[in-house]
């Protein structure tokens, strides 16, 4: 049984009981993903599992043999930061920095559903395009909380990178 | 978290025979269960992984929906059937939990969440009969804004906190359970229990039996539907109350109404008493409430939640305005 984290095979854990965020940060020493709640309030866990969002404090990581997982730092190529992690930056998406990877992960998730139609609870046309507004993105973005409050940097980093499509 | 075993099943049948043995649960998202079992609130020594059974959604013969119970509550609500049929079900996914957890989240593992509350979760500091039973609950003399003001008993006045599932009482779904004692389906309405004297149990449920798909029935022509949810806050958050509703008229007068209340019982309130006074009227907002007031003649409100009953009468009056003006969802 094992699992692809930012593109490598590694193996699942033995004990069942060990779930993906802490697979991820004690059994692989990818310690980017952040522990916040740890009971799925907070969103700093936040994964992508073939592209989609997800809480990785409240799966297990037995359940993701076989599944591509993407963390922050799965997320820079040599050519250097993601756009939006060059966006959070430019934008002061963050004070303490906590909560950002799984802001990241969370906003490239959001990317792609938007893209492929997926309403939202303010999406006012449920058969329509959708068009990231800063309402859109804020409910999109609900799942992830800041508790310094960088979230007015966080939306216009968001809305730089997928909306204006600055080259970051 | 105690220990337990881990197994992924191939099919029903694999995971119904894995399922009959005693201590084992069955895996969704495990956005509830997960959580439950590291508070060891919930402790199960199998635990049968059932995301891998299939997660169709397929069009029926009576043009109705048949919705695997593995299907993600994200790929209920953008479904274009049931944007475009069932906007009530659309729109209730979306209101409820954040983008990340209904992306993980089942259909089957929604309708099976626990009812329940703050106290219930506080297993060193407060007594719940629903946690251990017989042993008291703290909630009634507490904190008990987010409470249930009908159908609640003595032992227990814990609310069901889905958004979907109001819809689906809404809807006249039924649910298609499979067991040791075969086959059976379950009109939605009747799944969820209220607590009695037994609030541990939620569901009508036998052990070891798995939802395998939720059943839609075609909506009547004409029909629209609507849901409507109040919170503390805008997002990420439960409900204080909410109102599903699926509307048809005639002219001005009311054909058909079906209405589920979220916020404020065990399960998810189907208002019937709201439905019968409803029918053959004109929907104006004084008919609405009174409607209303009907359907909580019996409401026992507490300490904090005495305010529900009137926020749930407002609710449906602005949904049914807009349903009858064509203009919601």
């Known amino acids: 049984m094992s699992l692809f984290v930012n593109g490598a095979q590694v193996p699942a854990p033995t004990d069942p009981r060990v779930s993906l965020l802490d697979h991820l940060r004690e059994g692989l020493h990818l310690t980017g993903t952040k522990k916040g709640c740890n009971q799925g309030a907070c969103g700093a866990c936040t994964v992508l599992v073939d592209g989609e969002r997800i809480l990785s404090c409240l799966a297990l990581a037995v359940q993701f043999d076989g599944r591509q997982i993407t963390t922050i730092e799965g997320l820079a190529s040599e050519e250097g930061l993601h756009p939006l992690q060059a966006a959070f930056i430019e934008h002061d998406g963050f004070q303490c920095g906590y909560c950002t990877p799984g802001q990241i992960c969370s906003a490239i998730g959001m990317a792609a559903e938007a893209q492929r139609g997926v309403p939202s609870h303010v999406t006012d046309d449920l058969g329509g395009t959708i068009t990231l507004t800063r309402e859109e993105i804020q409910e999109r973005m609900s799942g992830n909380l800041c508790r310094c409050g960088a979230h007015n940097g966080i939306v216009e980093a968001i809305q730089a990178v997928l909306v204006e499509g600055v080259p970051a | ?329």
């Open chain 2, 1 to 329: 978290m105690n220990p337990f075993q881990y197994a992924r099943a191939d099919d029903a049948a694999d995971a119904l025979r894995r399922g009959a043995i005693s201590g084992a649960a069955y895996l969704g998202g495990g956005t509830n269960l997960v959580d439950l079992m590291r508070e060891t609130i919930a402790r199960p020594d199998q635990l049968i992984d059932v995301t891998g059974l299939p997660a169709t959604i397929a069009e029926t013969d009576d043009g109705g929906l048949l919705i695997d119970a593995a299907v993600r509550n994200t790929a209920l609500a953008e479904h274009p059937a049931v944007r475009m049929r069932y906007p009530v079900l659309s729109r209730a996914i979306l209101a409820g939990a954040s983008a990340q957890i209904r992306n993980m989240a089942t259909v089957g593992g929604n309708l099976l969440q626990r009812t329940r509350c703050t106290y219930f979760y506080d297993a060193e500091g407060a007594r719940c009969n629903k946690r251990t039973p017989g042993s008291g609950c703290d909630a009634r003399e507490g904190f008990n804004r987010i409470h249930a003001v009908l159908g609640a008993s003595d032992a227990c006045v814990a609310t069901h906190p889905s958004d979907m599932c109001v819809a689906l009482a809404a809807l006249d779904a039924t649910v298609h359970v499979d067991g040791a004692e075969g086959q059976r389906t379950i009109p939605f309405a009747d799944l969820h229990r209220l607590p009695g004297d037994q609030p541990d149990r939620d569901t009508v449920l036998r052990d070891g039996e798995l939802i395998t798909a939720i059943a839609l029935p075609a909506l009547p022509t004409g029909a629209r539907s609507a849901y409507r949810k109040v919170r503390d806050r805008a997002s990420y958050a439960f409900a204080l109350v909410s109102v599903a509703a699926v509307l048809q008229l005639e002219g001005d007068r009311v054909v058909d109404v079906r209405i589920a209340f979220g916020g404020v019982a065990h399960k998810p309130w189907r208002a019937t008493k709201a439905e019968a006074a409803l029918r053959g009227q004109t929907i104006t907002q004084q008919v609405v409430l009174d409607a209303a007031a009907a359907e909580f003649a019996e409401a026992r409100p507490l300490r904090d939640n005495a305010f529900k009953p009137a926020l749930v009468a407002r609710t449906l009056a602005a949904v049914l305005t807009d349903l009858a003006r064509g203009e919601a969802a």
